[in-house]
């Protein structure tokens, strides 16, 4: 069976070992550390000249990527937390993002930036946030936040390998250690339909074929894995719902294809681990009420808008997690 963490790193030897223009840079990620969650353990060992471990500096580690890219390498960035995305804005949206059309596309900027997010562990207001929906709007970039329903290490090899534009690699932090479908979820039936650059979007559904949906959830990375999980409870108690996963998260074309998979005439949950307000649901809302279909009715489902607390018990009413997403369900059904 294998883990969310072991699929990342699996899929980084596999980019190491078969394209010598694969780097991977960043704070700590050599052995014996290997990284904060272990990412890189046992890379540098086997590959002591592509892995190179950088001083503190966010904005570094990416400019130093870019620079990287455009000399014809494939550099695998990692910022240890996503919370310190904020660090290499400027790196991420005023140069990589913009390099090739302000040179004419006489250059590629092909740099992977993985980054976990989410919190969930107590680690408190500066180290548990899911701020990606800063860089959403960014044009020049792709965003990718696989879940567990998708195999996290085949999408990041194709980033790695295939992509040709700054791809931001959202991972959350509470899959790591979690098992991935088919081992997990084993009341769903999935399948899958292609978005950006052949990067699945997955409809998960705990219900036969023949049934019909009570209720339908859109959710991308961690919020889809929550989702999951619950869908899968509530198989047992006969709640009909499906589940749509896109991989690529701010590909217009990807999220319309995936809201072409909502069932008609069925409540609709948009989840997302980042703030409430002005983010990806918003956007999928919008698109939805544009395709002239819009929903019986719509609930968004998301963070507080307010810092993460580092109490266990505290962090639990401000976070998306299972009990949220449950209760939610439930209302919608009353």
């Given at each position: 069976m294998t883990l969310y963490i072991d699929s990342v790193r699996d899929a980084l030897d596999r980019c190491l070992a078969s394209d010598p223009t694969v780097h991977v840079i960043g704070e700590d990620i050599l052995d014996p550390y290997g990284g904060a969650f272990k990412a890189t353990k046992g890379l540098s060992t086997k590959y002591p000249e592509r892995l190179h471990t950088t001083p503190i500096s966010e904005s570094a580690i990416v400019g130093v990527a870019t620079g990287m890219a455009m000399r014809g390498l494939r550099p695998v960035a990692e910022i240890m937390f996503g919370d310190f995305m904020t660090l290499c804005v400027?790196?991420?949206?005023?140069?990589?993002?913009?390099?090739?059309l302000m040179y004419g596309e006489k250059v590629k900027v092909p740099t992977v930036i993985r980054t976990p997010v989410g919190g969930a562990r107590g680690y408190?207001?500066?180290?548990?946030?899911?701020?990606?929906?800063?860089?959403?709007?960014?044009?020049?970039?792709?965003?990718?936040?696989?879940?567990?329903?998708?195999?996290?290490?085949?999408?990041?090899?194709?980033?790695?390998?295939?992509?040709?534009?700054?791809?931001?690699?959202?991972?959350?932090?509470?899959?790591?250690?979690?098992?991935?479908?088919?081992?997990?979820?084993?009341?769903l039936s999935v399948t899958e339909i292609e978005g950006k650059g052949k990067l699945p979007t997955v409809i998960a559904a705990n219900f036969p074929e023949n049934a019909v949906p009570d209720v339908a959830i859109v959710g991308y990375g961690g919020a889809a894995s929550l989702s999951a999980a619950v869908l899968d409870e509530l198989a047992d108690e006969e709640i009909h719902g499906?589940?749509?996963?896109?991989?690529?998260?701010?590909?217009?074309?990807?999220?319309?294809?995936?809201?072409?998979?909502?069932?008609?005439?069925?409540?609709?949950?948009?989840?997302?681990?980042?703030?409430?307000g002005f983010g990806w649901a918003g956007e999928v809302m919008a698109r939805m009420l544009e395709?002239?279909?819009?929903?019986?009715?719509?609930?968004?489902?998301?963070?507080?808008p307010v810092a993460i607390p580092a109490a266990r018990h505290l962090e639990a009413d401000v976070i998306l997690n299972e009990a949220a997403i449950k209760n939610a369900i439930f209302e919608v059904l009353s």
């Open positions: 400027d790196q991420i949206v005023n140069s990589a993002a913009k390099f090739p408190g207001p500066t180290h548990s946030q899911s701020l990606e929906k800063l860089f959403f709007g960014v044009p020049g970039r792709d965003v990718v936040a696989p879940s567990r329903l998708h195999n996290p290490g085949d999408l990041l090899e194709k980033v790695i390998l295939k992509s040709e534009v700054p791809t931001l690699f959202v991972e959350d932090k509470g899959d790591y250690p979690q098992h991935l479908y088919p081992d997990a979820f084993s009341r499906v589940l749509i996963a896109p991989a690529c998260i701010n590909d217009i074309e990807t999220l319309d294809k995936a809201i072409g998979q909502i069932p008609r005439n069925v409540p609709v949950l948009i989840a997302e681990q980042g703030t409430l395709s002239g279909a819009p929903p019986k009715q719509v609930v968004r489902l998301a963070a507080r």
